[in-house]
Each structure stands twice: as C-alpha cells, then as structure tokens.
C-alpha cells in the first residue's frame, strides 16, 4: 500500500468520472491540474517531461551548490571537516591512492565525470600527474 500522506499521482472520484476528467497531481509541487479523460495520456507525457526536467534542473544546482574545487591536500582536508559536499580535485587514476585519502578523510571517488576536462595538473593526494578532476565526497 502507498504511503497515506502523500498526494496520489492521478485520480479520478465519481464526480470527476461525472465530469469526464481526472486530477494529475505533480508531486515535486503538489501542482493539481484537472485534465479531461480523453487528453490524459498526452497530458501525462508532457508532465512526466517536465517533472524530468525540474528534477534535472534541481539535481544540477545542488551539484553546483555544494561543490568546491580545492588546490591543495590541506585544503581538502579544511573543506571535507568543515563543510562537507562534493570536492572537485585532480586525481592520478591510482586506487591506492584514493584508498589513502579515503582512510585519512572518509572520502571516496563518487562520480567521473563523463566529459572530463582536462586538468593540467596534480593529483591531490601524492603529487602526480592528473589527467582530469574528480569529485569526492564522503558517504552519510
């Protein structure tokens, strides 16, 4: 059974039957909207592309929000016990290495990114050559 709090998806009482028509009800914004029975499914699928794209839109400024690019290992020490969120930070490729920094700040590789820029420069942890920024973060 659903959760009883929350708004259902779509519905359709007797009186909406009455009326021919039923209530979508967006749950990202409890947005209702009354849509004839005979229009639902076109209306369902434009929803349904919006909603995607809402949540993309939110999920894409989080990100942003609450990701910091570091220089230095010691800044990445500072920001990971302070403030927490995702590190944008070079990274040779080496597991043991991610390992390392794993046990001195509970942070692990979470996303490479697909369309890495190339970022001349060093590793965070030991020094060496990076071939592109990673973002790190630790688990909760």
Do not use: N
Not at 52 to 60: C, G, H, V, W, Y
Not at 65 to 86: C, L, P
């Amino acid at each position: 059974m659903g959760d009883a709090r929350r708004a259902p998806a779509s519905g359709a009482g007797p009186k909406d039957i009455e009326k021919e028509q039923c209530v979508l009800v967006r749950r990202d914004t409890r947005e209702k909207s009354f849509v004839p029975l005979a229009e639902t499914p076109a209306k369902v699928r434009e929803l349904l592309d919006a909603i995607q794209q809402t949540l993309l839109e939110r999920a894409r400024k989080h990100l942003a929000d609450h990701t910091t690019r570091v220089a230095s290992w010691d800044e990445f020490k500072t920001v990971m016990a302070d403030q927490r969120g995702f590190l944008l930070a070079g990274w040779c490729g080496d597991a043991a290495c991610e390992a390392r920094i794993k046990e001195e700040t509970k942070a692990t590789i979470r996303v490479l990114p697909l369309e890495r820029e190339p970022a001349p420069g060093s590793c965070i942890r030991c020094g060496r050559p990076s071939p592109a920024e990673v973002y790190f973060a630790q688990a909760y």
